[in-house]
């Protein structure tokens, strides 16, 4: 089946435009012009594959769409909007979306952006489905422990002090990869290349997911340095 992108723009003319270049490239498209047609597609259905989002609409707002679908559905969603302060694509990133791409776009680079998320989606969810078929038996578990802190690979579940915590997708993978190298610091673009995966993007996005995750777990305890002028280092104690 062909891979399914749901453009939402309150512009006929882009969304014509994005249109023509997601179907020349093989993809299906649905497109909505405001947050309350985009909310009613994707529960409709089929669900697509990624959302490209628009931040200046009527009525609702790209954020308040952003958030409300990050509520209910688990799906790459990539902001593209001519406002390309840093505090947009801060607050964009903050609320749960992907990716940020600012107006006028490449071509290009909006094409490989998309597909990379929908890959590493795709890879994923394909993970997750291996190990709840496997017949006969649970499916083994990774458990990294530290103080306080437990990660459970294959669930993407994460407990601090024994009580679940709710990471986006990025957000665990970001803890994954600092836990498994715990001591060693690694530079924003290290970061950005390891967990992301690719050449595109703003490395303001490795520290706005820095910022998230220790909001969300160091109420007790702290788990992720910052060493000033060189990147981040995971200082978890073993459990």
Known sequence: MKEHVLVVDDSPEIIDLLQDILINEGFAVSCAE??????????????????????MMPNMSGYELCSLIRREYDMPILFLSAKGKTVDKVVGLEIGADDYIT??????????????????????????????????????????????????????????????????????????FLSENPGIVFTREQIYDRVWGYGYGSLNTVTVHIKNLREKLEFAQTYIKTQWGTGYVFIGERA
């Open 103 to 176: 107006k006028p776009f490449d071509t290009e680079e909006l094409l490989a952006r998309i597909r990379a998320h929908i890959r590493r989606y795709e890879r994923i969810s394909k993970q997750s489905k291996e190990h709840m078929d496997e017949p006969g038996s649970q499916p083994e578990i990774t458990v990294l422990k530290f103080k306080g802190l437990e990660i459970h690979k294959e669930t993407y579940t994460v407990y601090v002090e024994g009580q679940k915590v709710d990471l986006s997708t990025k957000e665990f993978q970001l803890l994954v």
């Open 34 to 55: 405001d947050g309350e047609q985009a909310l009613s597609l994707l529960k409709k259905g089929p669900q697509p594959n990624l959302v490209l989002l628009d931040i």
